[in-house]
């Protein structure tokens, strides 16, 4: 990016606000908030919003604010909250879900365990559970496709049960999400956050550049020097007074940072194993329309739709979640009426089309679904822009493959949402800013603890997430107490039966 500061808004070609995908800020992010706090930002959050789900037939579900309801114990209460929300999936249906919540307390009971789970398919889980067609088709794979950014089929069993119990199930509110109530994260964020560990740390940022190969030193202890180059002017530099790397790149960037860095592939094997796992390309596009389509969601999901092309795919009202902002989303132009962002994951075909092609699936396929009157609106300016390979992919078996926190060179340490984090791994899981932000404290502190950077006495404190339910605990002490010695006997559970 020119400018990953975030001082410098990023504009449309007509100068019209543009931000690469919408993120949300679930309940428990307690770091993200704390930082809120610290920069004294707390009031850029959103009030929680209620999502919705369409699919071809319309509305097939809506999750409210679970926080608002009478709370219970997890997953009662998500239950009992969302009895009347489904429109179209029978109870039995939904009721079939019973088998997955009894594999997750299963999930953590050895690492051995974990990592069965993760050679696992959620898809093939999913049917050994018992799980109904109409479920895994009409609930599950949707909110894999726009959680994890890929069907079932394609994801690790083990991280798809992670992110479900983290953003679902873990409370009656775990789903609860809010968002940026004007602006963009960059600026609300990223600038205040810069704008301090400049002033107070000299942090110096370079913009434009790439660092293209690290070199490091002959007992491959230490890293030795970096290179770097300039995008716009194509020169390169050299800082070869490194003290330690933070490699807070994601699996595209360590692809080709690898390639370039044969000493580092020689010393640090499992960087070179990281490099190796698949991404995801996503597509976000914005429309600004010339009338306000009076949707009641926020937040809304599509599914099953066959213009996603297999596809996830979400839409945010901009208009209604930055009410107060609406002169700001237009630029120097009138408002006029709505502003859409809608995001595509898994877009490899959709990213293949056209941009007048993705604006035309929108207003004719997708958004009339969800209200008559988008058919009727006219698109008055839009804007579509492309990421290949820019999301970490969690297929099956690549758990062992991610990238360690520690790597076996002293100083280079790895952050970012798809980093193992092992003694330091937190609650905070899948593709998540809270992740990602966490990892990179976490990375840091260990430069810190290890003595790598001189900064003792500031090591940043980690908050964890709130300790899991009673029942859940009890659940998985009693699961392992049965199922341990079972093991020992020879028994397996019987989706670790090929
Ligand atoms: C469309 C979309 C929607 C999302 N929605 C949500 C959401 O609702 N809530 C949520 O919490 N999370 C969401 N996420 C996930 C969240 O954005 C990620 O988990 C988070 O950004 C991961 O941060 P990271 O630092 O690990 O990686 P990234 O944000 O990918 O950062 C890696 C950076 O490294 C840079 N880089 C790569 N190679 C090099 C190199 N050689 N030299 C220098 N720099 C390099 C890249 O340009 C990039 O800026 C969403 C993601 C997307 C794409």
Same mark, same amino acid.
């Given at each position: 990016?020119?400018?990953?500061?975030?001082?410098?808004?990023?504009t449309?070609?007509?100068?019209?606000?543009?931000?690469?995908?919408?993120?949300?800020?679930?309940?428990?992010?307690?770091?993200?908030?704390?930082?809120?706090?610290?920069?004294?930002?707390?009031?850029?959050?959103?009030?929680?919003t209620?999502?919705?789900?369409?699919?071809?037939?319309?509305?097939?579900?809506?999750?409210?604010?679970?926080?608002?309801a009478?709370q219970?114990?997890?997953?009662?209460?998500?239950?009992?909250?969302?009895?009347?929300?489904?429109?179209?999936?029978?109870?039995?249906?939904?009721?079939?879900?019973?088998?997955?919540?009894?594999a997750?307390?299963?999930?953590?009971?050895?690492?051995?365990?974990?990592?069965?789970?993760?050679?696992?398919?959620?898809?093939?889980?999913?049917?050994?559970?018992?799980?109904?067609?109409?479920?895994?088709?009409?609930?599950?794979?949707?909110?894999?496709?726009?959680?994890?950014?890929?069907?079932?089929?394609?994801?690790?069993?083990?991280?798809?049960?992670?992110?479900?119990?983290?953003?679902?199930?873990?409370?009656?509110?775990?789903?609860?999400?809010?968002?940026?109530?004007?602006k963009?994260?960059?600026?609300?964020?990223?600038?205040?956050?810069?704008?301090?560990?400049?002033?107070?740390?000299?942090?110096?940022?370079?913009?434009?550049?790439?660092?293209?190969?690290i070199?490091?030193?002959?007992?491959?202890?230490?890293?030795?020097?970096?290179?770097?180059?300039?995008?716009?002017?194509?020169?390169?530099?050299?800082i070869?007074?490194?003290?330690a790397?933070?490699l807070?790149?994601?699996?595209?960037?360590l692809?080709?940072?690898?390639?370039?860095?044969?000493?580092?592939?020689q010393?640090?094997?499992?960087?070179?194993?990281?490099? *190796? !796992?698949? =991404?995801?390309?996503?597509?976000?596009? &914005?429309?600004? %329309?010339?009338r306000? #389509?009076?949707?009641?969601?926020? @937040?809304?999901?599509?599914?099953?739709?066959?213009?996603?092309?297999?596809?996830?795919?979400t839409?945010?009202?901009?208009?209604?979640?930055?009410?107060?902002?609406?002169?700001?989303?237009?630029?120097?132009?009138?408002?006029?009426g709505?502003?859409?962002?809608?995001?595509?994951?898994?877009?490899?075909?959709?990213?293949?089309?056209?941009?007048?092609?993705?604006?035309?699936?929108?207003?004719?396929?997708?958004?009339?679904?969800a209200?008559?009157?988008?058919?009727?609106?006219?698109?008055?300016?839009?804007?579509?822009?492309?990421?290949p390979g820019s999301v *970490? !992919?969690? =297929?099956?078996?690549?758990?062992?493959? &991610?990238?360690? %926190?520690?790597?076996? #060179?002293?100083?280079?340490?790895? @952050?970012?949402?798809?980093?193992?984090?092992?003694?330091?791994?937190?609650?905070?899981?899948?593709?998540?800013?809270?992740?990602?932000?966490?990892?990179?404290?976490?990375?840091?502190?260990?430069?810190?603890?290890?003595?790598?950077?001189?900064?003792?006495?500031?090591?940043?404190?980690?908050?964890?997430?709130?300790?899991?339910?009673?029942?859940?605990?009890?659940?998985?002490?009693?699961?392992?107490?049965?199922?341990?010695?079972?093991?020992?006997?020879?028994?397996?559970?019987?989706?670790?039966?090929?």
């Amino acid at each position: 990016m020119p400018d990953p500061t975030g001082s410098q808004p990023i504009t449309t070609k007509s100068g019209k606000p543009f931000e690469a995908g919408t993120r949300g800020f679930w309940k428990d992010y307690p770091n993200i908030n704390a930082l809120t706090d610290e920069l004294g930002v707390a009031d850029i959050f959103t009030d929680f919003t209620t999502s919705a789900f369409w699919s071809p037939d319309g509305l097939e579900a809506t999750a409210p604010v679970f926080g608002d309801a009478p709370q219970w114990p997890s997953p009662l209460g998500q239950m009992l909250a969302t009895v009347t929300n489904f429109t179209r999936l029978p109870i039995e249906d939904r009721l079939s879900i019973a088998g997955l919540l009894y594999a997750m307390l299963d999930l953590y009971r050895s690492d051995r365990i974990f990592q069965q789970y993760d050679d696992l398919d959620a898809q093939s889980l999913f049917v050994k559970l018992g799980i109904s067609d109409r479920l895994i088709n009409e609930f599950l794979r949707p909110t894999l496709l726009v959680g994890l950014f890929k069907p079932p089929e394609e994801l690790s069993a083990a991280v798809t049960m992670e992110l479900l119990y983290y953003y679902a199930l873990a409370h009656q509110d775990s789903f609860d999400v809010r968002w940026i109530r004007s602006k963009s994260i960059a600026e609300h964020l990223f600038a205040p956050l810069s704008r301090r560990l400049i002033s107070r740390h000299r942090l110096q940022v370079l913009g434009g550049t790439l660092a293209t190969r690290i070199i490091v030193s002959p007992d491959s202890r230490r890293v030795s020097s970096v290179e770097l180059q300039h995008v716009a002017t194509n020169t390169m530099q050299v800082i070869d007074d490194a003290d330690a790397v933070v490699l807070a790149v994601g699996v595209r960037g360590l692809k080709a940072l690898m390639a370039q860095s044969p000493e580092l592939s020689q010393a640090a094997p499992e960087l070179v194993g990281a490099a *190796s !796992l698949g =991404s995801i390309d996503v597509v976000s596009a &914005r429309l600004w %329309l010339d009338r306000a #389509v009076p949707i009641a969601y926020p @937040a809304n999901v599509f599914s099953r739709f066959d213009a996603l092309k297999g596809s996830g795919g979400t839409f945010f009202m901009l208009d209604q979640l930055q009410k107060d902002a609406q002169q700001a989303l237009w630029g120097d132009e009138q408002p006029q009426g709505s502003v859409i962002a809608s995001d595509f994951y898994n877009a490899s075909a959709i990213a293949a089309m056209s941009d007048q092609e993705i604006i035309d699936r929108l207003t004719h396929d997708l958004l009339p679904i969800a209200h008559p009157e988008f058919s009727h609106a006219r698109v008055v300016d839009s804007e579509v822009r492309r990421y290949p390979g820019s999301v *970490s !992919l969690f =297929s099956p078996g690549s758990f062992r493959k &991610r990238p360690p %926190l520690e790597t076996s #060179v002293a100083s280079i340490v790895c @952050a970012g949402d798809w980093v193992r984090m092992g003694d330091q791994e937190h609650g905070a899981k899948g593709l998540c800013q809270e992740r990602a932000y966490v990892c990179g404290l976490e990375a840091a502190n260990s430069l810190i603890r290890r003595k790598i950077v001189n900064g003792a006495g500031h090591a940043h404190p980690v908050l964890p997430i709130r300790a899991d339910e009673p029942q859940v605990v009890l659940g998985r002490a009693l699961n392992k107490l049965v199922m341990d010695p079972l093991e020992t006997l020879g028994l397996k559970l019987p989706w670790f039966n090929s």
